[in-house]
C-alpha cells in the first residue's frame, strides 16, 4: 500500500498571500496524483488531477507541481473562499485508492 | 448538471446490516467507473470501494473487505453499498464518487453531500 503523507498538518496564511502545500508519497506515483478542497460540512471538490492539470473551473490561482514521490500544491494569492482542507489522493497503484492526512489552511 | 445524491444512512448498532443507495444523474452512468468514499468524524478521507462501468469488477479496501459489497444498477442509474457486521469504526460519512476514467479506477471529480452512518449501542 502507498501511504501520502501530507505537510505541514495546519498552515497559517494572511490573505493575499502565497500557500505552499507538500505531499510525499512512500513510493513513485509517477504522475498519478490529484488534489481536493474540503470545506466544513461539505463534500470534497476535484481541484488538481495528474498532478498539474486543473480540474474544470478551477481558477488558475491553484497550480500543481511534482512527480515520482514529491508533489506540491501551491495558492499564489489567497482568497476567503480557500480557507480549507487538501487533500491529495494516489492513483498510481491500487488497491487501495490512498489519501493524505490533509493540511488546513487556517487564516492567520 | 451532474448529480449524485446518497441516501441510506442512519444509526445502527453493532453487527447489524445497513445499506445505501447513490442516485446519479446528469451524466451517462453507465460509461463511469464509481467509489465509495469514506470521513469518520473529524478525520480525512478513505476510499472504501469501487466498482467498473458495468459491475464486474469490484475492489474494496482491506478495512471493508468481506463485510461490505459494492453494486450498480445501470438501468436505474443507482450504486449501492451493502454493509454487513457494521462495527463502531465504520462510522463515518459515505460519500459516493464518480471516476471519470473508463478503464480503471482513478480519481474523483464529482461527489454527492454524504450520508452519515452511525454504528452504536
Known amino acids: 500500500e502507498i501511504v501520502m503523507t501530507q505537510s505541514p498538518a495546519t498552515l497559517s496564511v494572511s490573505p493575499g498571500e502565497r500557500a505552499t502545500l507538500s505531499c510525499r508519497a512512500s513510493?513513485?506515483?509517477?504522475?498519478?496524483l490529484a488534489w481536493y478542497q474540503q470545506k466544513p460540512g461539505q463534500a470534497p471538490r476535484l481541484l488538481i488531477y495528474?498532478?498539474?492539470t486543473r480540474a474544470t473551473d478551477i481558477p488558475a490561482r491553484f497550480s500543481g507541481s511534482g512527480s515520482g514521490t514529491d508533489f506540491t500544491l501551491t495558492i499564489s494569492s489567497l482568497q476567503s473562499e480557500d480557507f480549507a482542507v487538501y487533500y491529495c489522493q494516489q492513483y498510481n497503484d491500487w488497491p487501495p485508492l490512498t489519501f493524505g492526512g490533509g493540511t488546513k489552511v487556517a487564516i492567520k | 448538471q451532474v448529480q449524485v445524491v446518497e441516501s441510506g444512512g442512519g444509526v445502527v448498532q453493532p453487527g447489524t446490516s445497513l445499506r445505501l443507495s447513490c442516485a446519479a444523474s446528469g451524466f451517462v452512468f453507465s460509461r463511469y467507473g464509481m467509489h465509495w468514499v469514506r470521513q469518520a468524524p473529524g478525520k480525512g478521507l478513505e476510499w472504501a470501494a469501487s466498482v467498473s462501468l458495468d459491475g464486474s469488477n469490484k475492489y474494496y479496501a482491506k478495512s471493508v473487505e468481506g463485510r461490505f459489497t459494492i453494486s450498480r444498477d445501470n438501468s436505474n442509474n443507482l450504486l449501492y453499498l451493502d454493509m454487513n457486521s457494521l462495527r463502531a469504526e465504520d462510522t463515518a460519512v459515505y460519500f459516493c464518487?464518480?471516476?471519470?476514467?473508463?478503464?480503471?479506477?482513478?480519481?474523483?471529480?464529482?461527489w454527492g453531500r454524504g450520508t452519515l452512518v452511525t454504528v452504536s449501542s
Open positions: 513510493q513513485s506515483v509517477s504522475s498519478n
Open positions: 464518487a464518480r471516476d471519470p476514467s473508463p478503464i480503471r479506477p482513478y480519481y474523483f471529480d464529482s
Open positions: 495528474a498532478a498539474s
